[in-house]
């Protein structure tokens, strides 16, 4: 296997393997450590069954089953991210984090293209290692004495999904967690901003309008260009990012074309700062 950084913040590929034949387990050390160490990985012209999707994700850890996104017929562990020609919104269209709002959030997700349009329908990433490392020593001091609350209510709670069948179980959107604000990544061991504006509301102890101008802060910092990649998708095309250490954004300028992949995540642990 060779690693093949994307760029100077985030992201590499992986060549030279078939994630369709059943991983050694050196290989799957290899994985994981290209992930903690590049925050997202990449595989290029895979042909996998659902039956093998389920296999490669699973040998990471166990397999979160989606309470929010409709799943694959006949497989419960895979999560649908669909945009049909007619839609007009796309699913994951904002910076965020998935799971930030579970008390244990998710290692990360492995997303497989199934099929995607002819241009368009790319995927940011962006290190939140490198957003927290290029922080000054002030505000890293300020942000390790705070936590910050997430929720998954304002996102898939009732009425917010509720005329769009790529979604369901409005009323189990009932999660909230509390988290530093800068985490020890379990594996790197890198310290890494744990926020997100997909679902983080507010820090601990203080209103969402005190929140607010030091998290659009924060958020205005950790987009710029030299923390992240783009990736262009291709049928094939997998791409398995770390939620502890990155965030993602699935740009939507495909209009009128169809985008389906298949998702799997992977439970993860506690956080400490």
Known sequence: ???????????????????????????????????AEHGVVFFRDQDLTPAQHIAFAGSFGPINI?????????????????KEPEQKTNVGGGWHTDHSYDVEPALGSVLYAREVPDHGGDTLFSSMA?????????????????????SSRHVFGPG????????????????????????????????????????????????????KPLLDYLYRHAARPEFGCRFQWREGSIAFWDNRATWHYA???????????????IEGVGLAG
């Open 1 to 35: 296997m060779q690693i093949k950084p994307v760029t100077g913040g985030v992201g590499a590929e992986l060549l030279g393997i078939d994630l369709a034949q059943p991983l050694r387990q050196d290989a799957v050390a290899d994985i994981r450590a290209a992930l």
């Open 66 to 82: 989606n309470r929010f996104f409709r799943a694959v017929d006949g497989y419960p562990e895979i999560a649908e991210v669909r």
């Open 130 to 150: 490198a957003a927290y490392d290029a922080l000054s020593d002030g505000l890293k001091d300020t942000l390790r004495g705070l936590r910050a609350v997430h």
């Open 160 to 211: 917010k999904k509720s005329d769009d069948p790529r979604y369901k179980n409005a009323e189990q959107a009932t999660q909230d967690a509390v988290h530093p604000v800068v985490v020890r990544h379990p594996d790197s061991g890198k310290r890494v901003l744990f926020v997100n504006p997909g679902f983080t509301l507010h820090f601990e102890g203080w209103t969402a309008d005190e929140s």
């Open 251 to 265: 740009v939507n300028d495909y209009h009128g074309a169809r985008r389906l992949m298949h998702r799997i995540t």
